[in-house]
């Protein structure tokens, strides 16, 4: 199976971030629990697999010693854009590199992929929520 480690690294990248943004540099010793979001679990995946930490005495490559170092950098300034694309250039480079990896990681079933959400608000007394299931009161007579 042939796999686009371009398109991959991108799809992939936004998993990882969210992963090391949630758990910094304990990311890639950071034991999995039911409580767990799904992104940052499926991040965490496809870290351990790209710096092969998911298999015990596993020998690594120059490219995964140096992915899990921007990781610990990443983890450092998790709002770091250049570090961001740093990170997807590595997964990239490693991915074509190993073939193997980007294969056993295609197959893999993703979870919704990550998003922000943005709420935006203006004006006095203004109430800024993303869900409301109850009644909000902004002016200065309610009672």
């Known amino acids: 199976m042939s796999v686009d480690a371009v398109q991959l690294a991108h799809e992939l990248t936004p998993y990882a971030t ?8 304990a990311v890639l010793a950071r034991v999995e629990n039911d409580a767990v ?6 991040g965490q995946r496809i870290l351990r697999r790209l710096t092969g930490r998911d298999t ?5 490559t120059t490219e995964q010693e140096s992915l899990a ?8 300034a998790p709002g770091d854009a250049d570090l961001a694309a740093v990170l997807r250039v590595q997964i990239r480079r490693l991915m074509a590199a190993h073939p193997d990896i980007a ?3 295609a197959t893999w079933a993703r ?19 993303q869900s409301n299931y109850g009644t909000i009161n902004t002016g200065d ?3």
């Not at 969210?18 to 540099?25: L, P, Q, S, V």
């Not at 015990?56 to 690594?60: Q, R």
């Not at 979870?111 to 929520?129: E, K, L, M, N, Y």
Request: hydrophobic residues 40%; glycine residues 6%.
């Open 69 to 76: 170092d921007t990781v610990a950098e990443l983890a450092g």
């Open 111 to 129: 979870p919704a992929a990550p998003s922000t959400v943005t709420i935006t608000t203006s004006g006095d007394r203004s109430p800024a929520v």
């Open 18 to 25: 969210a992963a090391i943004t949630a758990y910094g540099a």
């Open 103 to 105: 294969a056993d990681i």
């Open 141 to 143: 007579s309610t009672t």
């Open 56 to 60: 015990p005495d596993s020998e690594t």
């Open 37 to 42: 979001d799904a992104t940052v679990s499926f």
